[in-house]
Structures are given as C-alpha cells and as structure tokens.
C-alpha cells in the first residue's frame, strides 16, 4: 500500500521542499494508525514519532492504490476528525510525518468503511405473517381506550440549532419520527469562494461542522444548513437554519501557540513587498492565502534588539488599519500610522496570520525610519503689488526618505492655500510662487513638503495615505 500512495506523499514532500524521499525515509512514519467511524465521522489517531518539532499530515483514498486527498495543514496534534464522509463507502487514510529537516516519513494507510444506514425490516406477526412497516414506537400515542394509533407523518425537521465558533459549528435538530436517516447540506456565503457541500448522510441527529476546508470558517457571513430526513414510509421532509459566522478579534496567539509556516504571510510565494521609507512609517503588502483558513492578521512592532512588542495594527474591528485591496491576486496592506517613529531607528515588525481553527502563522521584517531632511527658505521679494517667495527641499545626507511625492502646500493665515508639483523643489534653485495683491503688513507664510503612499508608476500622490510632512515657516512685511 505504501508504493501505492508515494505519489500524494511525494507532493507533500515536495510542497515543503523536502529534500527525501520515501524510497529512503530519513525517519521512520508514524506507527500505530487507527481510523474509527461513529457512522457521521471518522476518527484518526496515531502515536507520535520520535523528533522534536515534528507534524503531521493527513490523506485519504477511495482506493489503496489511489492517489490520497491531503485532507489537513501540518499540524502537531496526534488526532484528526475526518467529518465528511458518507455512508457505506470504504476509505484509506495515511498520517504523514513532516520533519524540521524537510524530509517525510508515512504510515501505511489504513482502511475503515463508514457503516450504512440499517434498513427498516418488517415485524413478522404470530403464525409467521409479515406485518407493515412502521414507525418507531416512540412515533406511537395511546388514545382514551388504551389503544395506540400512529401519530401524523412528520411534515417537516425542526428545532434545528447551530451554535459554533470561528473553529466549528456544532449543528442538531429534533430526531424526526420514522426517520431511517438524514441528508444535511451546507452552504457557505458567497464572495470567498462558494464552499458548499455535497449532501452529507447521517444516522444521527448532530453533526460538527469542521468547516468548508476542515479549518473553521474563513469566510465572513451567513451559512445555511439544509437538513432532510428520509422517513420509512419512502418519503422525506426538510427543514433549514441559518448561522452568522462570528467576528474575528485579531486577538495575540498565546505563546505556547506552535507557528504554522503554510499560513506565514512573510514566504516567498506571497509576494511581500515594502514601500518608502516615509518618514510617517512603514508600508507593507502581501498576498492573501485563503486556502490556508486566514481569518485576520496583527502586525507588532519592536525597536531593533530590543525585544518589547507593541501593536501597531490589526485587520479587526470597524476601523481596521489591515486592509484587504481586493486585487486580482488578492493583497492585504498595512500602513503603519501608530505614531513614535523615531528617525534613523531601526524597527522590526512581526506580521501574523491568525486561521479560523486557532492557528497562527507569523514572520517578521525589518525597516529603518528614514532621517530628517528640511525645507529651507531661500528668498523673498515684495513689490507693491506682490511677494515671490522662493524655497527648496533638501534631503539628509544619508538614510534619506523619497522626494516629497505628494508635493508642496504654501498657506498663509489671511486665507491662501496654494499647491506646487513635487520635483522642481529639490534643485538648487528651487521653486518660486508669487502672489498678487497680498494684504498689507506682517503677513506669515509656511510651506509643508508632503509625502503619500503611492505603489508607483501609474498611481497619483492622493492615491495613497499621507505619510508625513516636513514644515517651515518665513515672516513676511508687505509695504
């Protein structure tokens, strides 16, 4: 069975670059697999192998020699509860370990058949006759007489209740008089990918939701639960609830929480990019995993060798400073506006990605505050008529910010407020503005060089956030 599956461990090993192969395991798989049905799930259990740091990975097959399903993300538990089976079919499970090193070790898979639903048989009576096919007799009232009649045939399934978590749901429904089994259908809300599920049968009136990836629930919104009993007397009845998934908190992962490197949002396929520096702080972007069960991201932030986190913005709440940009690949951007950026400091920031299950994933970058530069005025003439005013920016020396790409604002307290582009000024000369028919007397002029976030060629200044501005002022005495 082993040669059976190399291919689907062989696409594990190779989706976390692993350098073995199972022709040569490096460590041994885990022992002692077991799968067990209830008859709505399937319960797989293993003992640990013997190497710190070590996950686990989970894959199923219709056949032994079938290329298996990777039903999980690595995970460090010794458990998996497989909810989406179906009854009277026969599946093969397989536990991959995946090792620190890179290398795999698999188990041989392990078969279980999900029992099927019992049939109705029907009673034979005294002198051998076969009598009709009934309810149960829980399904049976006893009248004034002492005789008991059936009751009505059920018209619907009731008292459905779904109470669940951003990790799972726990669904249930009042058992349905008759009922040889139930058929229970979930659909996700749409806007994340439509994660519905095929009919799910069940000889049980409970079922726990794993989920639509087995992960929890990444996507926001309302999920519905349609649930139909099939009665012995061949027909059926239904009945439907709906659960609004809970918000998430971007609350900080305990630290005893393992990182999970599939949902850092930091790797090398997620397209981490940083923009700047500004001087008013740092910009990120990276690409959204859904797959990977993401519910929110934090970003902390810690002066270089300093150790002491601080939160500087989360993708949580009304007001959200994590922000989903809905591109084609879809990206997340941050902006950090927290305030306390000291120039020349260098900062680390340490990006998490929170799953819906209570996982997390995290990676951190570096980023160094630009220094201060100045706007200097360079000259003033005034005529009766008129002031031209003359000023330049001029960058520090070393660990300079861009130009001030949002250009340059001119204001004075009588009312003026003029913008000027944002390249000229860094020449030597300068840039100039004049102003006609200025008040008279003592009049004070401040110019303020402007920074925004912009991703480049193509975007404008005012498509981004400000992110900072560098002011100076000039007195001014019009005759």
Request: hydrophobic share 35%; net charge positive.
């Amino acid at each position: 069975m082993r040669n059976g599956l190399r291919s689907a461990v062989a696409g594990v090993a190779l989706l976390y670059g692993a350098a073995g192969s199972l022709g040569a395991q490096k460590y041994p798989g885990p022992d002692k697999v077991s799968a067990q049905s209830n008859g709505a799930s399937v319960t797989v259990t293993w003992n640990p192998v013997p190497v710190k740091g070590a996950r686990y990975r989970v894959l199923r097959a219709l056949d032994a020699k079938a290329t298996g399903v990777d039903l999980t993300r690595p995970v460090y538990a010794t458990t998996f509860d497989d909810g989406k089976v179906s009854a009277g079919t026969t599946y093969f499970y397989q536990v991959i370990a995946v090792f620190p090193d890179g290398t795999t070790g698999a188990a041989d898979p392990v078969m279980v058949t999900i029992p099927a639903p019992a049939p109705m048989v029907a009673p034979v009576l005294p002198g051998g006759r076969t009598g009709a096919v009934l309810a149960p007799p829980v399904g049976l009232a006893t009248g004034a007489t002492g005789a008991r009649s059936p009751l009505a045939t059920p018209t619907a399934v009731t008292g459905i209740a779904v109470n669940g978590t951003l990790a799972s749901a726990a669904v249930s429904w009042t058992p349905v008089t008759g009922a040889v089994s139930y058929s229970l259908v979930r659909t996700s809300p749409a806007g994340y990918g439509n994660y519905g599920t095929a009919p799910i049968l069940l000889t049980t009136n409970t079922w726990t939701d794993p989920g639509p990836t087995g992960i929890g629930f990444p996507a926001a919104g309302v999920y519905r639960y349609d649930i139909t009993a099939a009665l012995s007397n061949g027909t059926s009845v239904s009945g439907s609830a709906s659960w609004t998934r809970p918000d998430p908190t971007c609350a900080a992962p305990p630290p005893s929480q393992p990182n999970q490197p599939i949902i850092d949002p930091i790797g090398p396929a997620q397209h981490f990019t940083t923009y700047g520096p500004y001087p008013a702080g740092a910009v990120f972007w990276w690409s959204r995993q859904p797959a990977n069960g993401v519910v929110g991201y934090r970003v902390d932030r810690s002066v270089q060798g300093s150790n002491a986190w601080t939160l500087a913005g989360t993708s949580c709440g009304t007001t959200p400073t994590i922000l989903f940009m809905g591109n084609v690949v879809p990206n997340m951007r941050f902006t950090d506006l927290s305030g306390g950026i000291t120039p020349g400091t260098t900062y680390v920031y340490r990006i998490t990605a929170l799953a819906a299950n209570g996982e997390a994933g995290w990676n951190t970058s570096t980023w160094t505050a630009p220094n201060s530069g100045l706007v200097r005025w360079l000259s003033a003439t005034t005529t009766a008529t008129s002031i031209t005013l003359q000023w330049r920016y001029e960058p520090p020396p070393t660990g300079a910010p861009p130009v001030p790409n949002n250009g340059y604002k001119l204001t004075s307290g009588y009312g003026l407020n003029v913008t000027a582009g944002p390249n000229a000024c860094t020449t030597l000369a300068g840039c100039s503005y004049t102003i006609s028919n200025p008040p008279k007397g003592a009049q004070q002029f401040t110019i303020t060089a402007r920074w925004a976030y912009s991703m480049g060629a193509g975007q404008t200044y005012n498509q981004g956030p400000a992110m900072g501005t560098l002011s100076a002022d000039t007195l001014i005495v019009v005759p």
